[in-house]
């Protein structure tokens, strides 16, 4: 490489001048969030939602209670009817 095309170059593009940066002044701009209705409604919903057990522990002590004692009777037409309609619903 020959260093007088190297100096030329450098002289085109002045990358041996080191140039002043200049600070930049505060703003008075400040960040903000807003939270809408629709989100904080939706916020407080979750967190009820995340208190509530996932198992309703009386309903299945009542149910456990009539089995044993041969009072928990179930129709075939409301389990088949359930079992369709939960088919149905996972395909949509």
Do not use: C, H, W
């Not at 041996?16 to 400040?30: A, D, H, P, Y």
């Not at 009386?58 to 037409?77: A, L, P």
């Amino acid at each position: 490489m020959r260093i007088e095309a190297y100096n030329k170059v450098n002289q085109i593009y002045n990358t041996s001048k080191v140039r002043n940066v200049k600070k930049t002044e505060k703003s008075s701009f400040q960040d903000k969030l807003e939270i809408s209705q629709t989100a904080n409604d939706y916020s407080i919903a979750k967190q009820a939602v995340d208190q509530t057990p996932d198992v309703r522990e009386d309903k299945i002590n009542e149910i456990k209670k009539r089995m044993e004692s041969g009072t928990y009777n179930v129709s075939m037409e409301d389990v088949a009817e359930k079992i369709v309609s939960r088919y149905f619903d996972e395909l949509i």
